[in-house]
C-alpha cells in the first residue's frame, strides 16, 4: 500500500468508525489469521482501507507488540455494520470475524464473487497483477523471512511475527488496499451478470453457517468403514490386473498408456488415443481422458474409481478420525464458486497444527457405486432425523425446460422416468414393460447423446459395430428434434461468442481460436454441458434461498443444514417437527416453473444415516405444488428486483 498505518490505541479505532458511517464510505476489509479453519483458529488482526493507496492495521492477538483491546474491536464492528463493506472471499472473513469476535458482518460486495463470474482469476494476487499491475508478497515469503525454520513447525502463524514489524504492516494493509481498488475496477463490469451476482450474494450468510455447523457422524463407525475402504480399494486393484493378464502399475503414465493403447496381440485394449501429453507426446491418461474411454470399456471406470480411492485414502481419509469433534461433527469447506459450472464444491480443511478438520464430503461414494456405504456412518444425533432432498433427473428437466421438446416435455409431465421413457422410445415397447437392463441402456443414450458421445464410443457401450450405433444415434435425435435444436444453437452460440451462459446469465470462456478440430468439437460439446449443468446448478441456489426463507428461517434451532452434493441439500431435523419441515423443505425446493416449461420435481428422503438404504420417501397425500405466476413471485424477496425481468430471456 501507499501509506499504511497501524491502530492500537482504543480511541482512534472507533474515531475511524465513526468518521466511515458519517462518511457513508465503502470500506475493504481483510483478516490475517492463526490459520485456515474458523471454529479453532483466531483473528489476529484485520485491515481496512477506503481509499486506494491507503490502509489500517489493527493488531489483536500479536504474541509481541502492542495489540488494540477486543472489546474496542467488538465495537468497531458493531459500528461499521451501517456502512458498505467489501471482502475478498467473504464466506472466510465473515466467519473468522464471527467466531474470533461474536460479530456479523453485511457484506455489500465480495470481490472474489465478482472475479469469477467475470471468469477473471479469483486469488487477490492474480488480481492485483492484472488489473493494479503490481506483484504482491506471498504470505510464505513474510514467514519464511520473519520466522526462518520455525515456518515450518506447526502452530507457528502470523500471530509470532511482532505487530510493529513494519514488513507484516505493509503486507496486511495491501490486501485491504488492492482489495478496494479491484472492487473499484471490477464493479462497473458486473451489470449483465446482476441475476447470478444477487444469487450468490445472498448465499454468503448461509454458506458460512453450512461449514460452521459441520455434519453429525459415528466416529467408530466411520474408522471401520475407512478400513473396509481400503481393502475394497485393493480388491478393485485385483479385479483390474485380472482383465491386463499382470500386475499393472496404474500410477505409472506409461505402463497404463500400453495397456489401455497398446495393440491387443501385446496385451492391450487398442482404445482410441484421445489426447496425447505436450510435454511427451505420449497419450494422455488424464482423468478426462478416462471418462471418455469408460464409454468404450468397463475396466477404465475401475481404473479412474481405483486412482480417486487411492488418492482419497491417502490425501484425507485416513486423517479423518482425528478431525472428529468432541460433538462427533465432520467439517468441509463448500465453496459455491469451486467449479466453472456453478456447481458447490467441497475441499478438506486443516488447522494450525495440521489437524485435518474435513473432507472433501462430495467424494463420500454412494452405496451402489462401492462395496463399502460409507454414508452410513453420517448419522443423525438422538431425538433428530436425516433428511436428503435430491432433485429428480434436474438437467434432462432443464433440457426439457428450454428445448420444449414434446417427447422430454411428455415423459416429465406423466411422471415417467426419463430413461424408461428413452427405453420405451428407443426400443419401441410400452413404458410398463422396459427392464432394467433396458433402462439403463436408456441411461446410456440419454448421458452420452445428449452430451456428445460419438457412434465410436456408443458402440462400445452397446456392443454392436458403429453402422448400428450411428443408426442408433440417428433414430435418436429423430425422436427428439427440439433437443437437437438446442444442442446446435448453444454450439453456435458459443462460436459466435466464444462464451456459454446458463438460462440465469452465469458465462464461460469457450477460447475456439487456434484449435485442432477434435479439440474445438470438444470445447463445443463442453459448452452445451456446462449451459445445462450450469443452469441445474442455478436452480439449485435458487432453492438453497428458498430453503432458507422458508425453512431455516422459520425452524431456527429445529433443523440444520448440514451438506450438498451436486443436485443434493441434506439437512438434519428435530423429530416432532419432521413432517412440517419435510413438507416445507420439498415446496420450496419445487421450484415453481412457467407453464410451456415441465416441473421441477425434489425427492425427498428421511432416514437415521445419509446412507440411501435407511431412507424412506417423503410422499405426502395432501401435498399442493405451488403454482407460478412470475419470477419475481416464486424467488426470495433479496432477489426480485434482480430477476423479476427474467421470463422472457429465451435461449
Known amino acids: 500500500a501507499g501509506a499504511c498505518k497501524k491502530l492500537s490505541a482504543n480511541e482512534k479505532l472507533l474515531q475511524y468508525a465513526d468518521l466511515l458511517v458519517e462518511s457513508n464510505a465503502i470500506i475493504a476489509l481483510d483478516t490475517e489469521t492463526q490459520g485456515l479453519f474458523p471454529l479453532t483458529d483466531r483473528v489476529v488482526g484485520f485491515s481496512f482501507s477506503w481509499k486506494p493507496g491507503f490502509a489500517v492495521y489493527v493488531p489483536v492477538r500479536h504474541i509481541e507488540g502492542h495489540n488494540c483491546p477486543q472489546d474496542i474491536v467488538c465495537e468497531f464492528f458493531e459500528r461499521i455494520k451501517k456502512i458498505r463493506i467489501v471482502m475478498h472471499n467473504a464466506k472466510f472473513?465473515?466467519?473468522?470475524?464471527?467466531?474470533?469476535?461474536?460479530?456479523?458482518?453485511?457484506?455489500?460486495?465480495?470481490?472474489?464473487?465478482?472475479?469469477?463470474?467475470?471468469?477473471?482469476?479469483?486469488?487477490?494476487?492474480?488480481?492485483?497483477?492484472?488489473?493494479?499491475?503490481?506483484?504482491?508478497?506471498?504470505?510464505s515469503d513474510l514467514m519464511k523471512e520473519k520466522l526462518g525454520a520455525k515456518w515450518n513447525s506447526l502452530g507457528y502463524t502470523v500471530q509470532h511475527i511482532n505487530s510493529d514489524d513494519p514488513e507484516l504492516l505493509d503486507y496486511a494493509c495491501c490486501d485491504a488496499d488492492y482489495t478496494f481498488q479491484v472492487f473499484n475496477i471490477l464493479y462497473p463490469k458486473m451489470k449483465p451478470y446482476k441475476n447470478v451476482l444477487k444469487i450468490e450474494e445472498n448465499l454468503i450468510d448461509i454458506i458460512v453457517r453450512l461449514n460452521l455447523t459441520g455434519a453429525p457422524v459415528d466416529k467408530e463407525m466411520l474408522e471401520k468403514?475407512?478400513?473396509?475402504?481400503?481393502?475394497?480399494?485393493?480388491?478393485?486393484?485385483?479385479?483390474?490386473?485380472?482383465?491386463?493378464?499382470?500386475q499393472l502399475a496404474i500410477n505409472s503414465p506409461r505402463d497404463l498408456g500400453n495397456f489401455l493403447f497398446g495393440s491387443k496381440q501385446d496385451g492391450g485394449l487398442a482404445l482410441p488415443v484421445i489426447e496425447r501429453s505436450q510435454k511427451t507426446g505420449a497419450p494422455s491418461t488424464s482423468k478426462e481422458v478416462l471418462a471418455e474411454l469408460s464409454e468404450m470399456h468397463p475396466v477404465v471406470e475401475k481404473i479412474d474409481a481405483w486412482r480417486k480411492d487411492t488418492r482419497m485414502l491417502k490425501a484425507y481419509l485416513k486423517k479423518i478420525p482425528a478431525g472428529v469433534d468432541e460433538n462427533n461433527n465432520i467439517f468441509t469447506e463448500f465453496d459455491p464458486l469451486g467449479a466453472v459450472s456453478g456447481r458447490f464444491t467441497s475441499s478438506s480443511i486443516e488447522d494450525k497444527n495440521g489437524l485435518c478438520r474435513g473432507l472433501n464430503l462430495q467424494n463420500i461414494p454412494k452405496h451402489k457405486k462401492r462395496a463399502i456405504d460409507m454414508r452410513a456412518a453420517f448419522v443423525a444425533p438422538e431425538g433428530w432425523t436425516f433428511v436428503k432432498a435430491d432433485y429428480s433427473q434436474i438437467e434432462y428437466r432443464v433440457m426439457a425446460c428450454l428445448s420444449r421438446d414434446q417427447y422430454m416435455c411428455q415423459s416429465f409431465r406423466n411422471g415417467v422416468d426419463f430413461h424408461t421413457f428413452t427405453a420405451h422410445m428407443m426400443y419401441e415397447i410400452p413404458v410398463e414393460e422396459v427392464t432394467s437392463e433396458q433402462r439403463d441402456m436408456g441411461k446410456v443414450f440419454n448421458f452420452g447423446l445428449s452430451y456428445g458421445m460419438t457412434a465410436k464410443g456408443l458402440s462400445w457401450r452397446l456392443g454392436c459395430s458403429e453402422e448400428e450405433a450411428e443408426r442408433k444415434i440417428e433414430i435418436y435425435f429423430s425422436k427428439l428434434p427440439n433437443l437437437v435444436g438446442l444442442i446446435n444453437s448453444t454450439k453456435q452460440r458459443a462460436l459466435q461468442n466464444q462464451a456459454t451462459s446458463t438460462f440465469f446469465g452465469r458465462t464461460r470462456p469457450i477460447i475456439l481460436d487456434g484449435l485442432p478440430v477434435a479439440a474445438r468439437d470438444k470445447m463445443l460439446r463442453r459448452s452445451f454441458n456446462t449451459m445445462i449443468q450450469g443452469t441445474a446448478a442455478d436452480f439449485l441456489k435458487i432453492a438453497l434461498l428458498r430453503v432458507n426463507d422458508r425453512v431455516l428461517q422459520k425452524y431456527k434451532g429445529k433443523v440444520k443444514f448440514i451438506l450438498t452434493v451436486h443436485d443434493e441439500l441434506?439437512?438434519?431435523?428435530?423429530?416432532?417437527?419432521?413432517?412440517?419441515?419435510?413438507?416445507?423443505?420439498?415446496?420450496?425446493?419445487?421450484?415453481?416453473?412457467?407453464?410451456?416449461?415441465?416441473?421441477?420435481?425434489?425427492?425427498?428422503?428421511?432416514?437415521?444415516?445419509?446412507?440411501?438404504?435407511?431412507?424412506?420417501?417423503?410422499?405426502?397425500?395432501?401435498?399442493?405444488?405451488?403454482?407460478?405466476?412470475?419470477?419475481?413471485?416464486?424467488?426470495?424477496?433479496?432477489l426480485k428486483t434482480s430477476i423479476d425481468d427474467l421470463l422472457n430471456n429465451s435461449l
Open 93 to 139: 472473513d465473515k466467519a473468522m470475524i464471527y467466531t474470533s469476535f461474536g460479530k456479523n458482518l453485511p457484506v455489500f460486495a465480495d470481490t472474489m464473487i465478482y472475479a469469477a463470474l467475470l471468469s477473471e482469476p479469483k486469488g487477490l494476487k492474480d488480481l492485483s497483477f492484472k488489473f493494479l499491475n503490481i506483484k504482491q508478497r506471498h504470505f
Open 225 to 246: 468403514a475407512i478400513v473396509d475402504f481400503e481393502k475394497h480399494t485393493e480388491q478393485l486393484y485385483d479385479e483390474i490386473c485380472e482383465v491386463a493378464g499382470r
Open 570 to 638: 441434506d439437512f438434519i431435523v428435530k423429530n416432532e417437527y419432521r413432517d412440517e419441515i419435510l413438507y416445507a423443505i420439498k415446496q420450496a425446493m419445487e421450484v415453481p416453473t412457467p407453464a410451456d416449461w415441465v416441473p421441477l420435481v425434489a425427492d425427498v428422503e428421511y432416514g437415521s444415516n445419509w446412507s440411501d438404504e435407511s431412507h424412506v420417501k417423503f410422499d405426502p397425500a395432501d401435498y399442493k405444488r405451488e403454482e407460478f405466476t412470475s419470477w419475481g413471485a416464486v424467488l426470495p424477496q433479496g
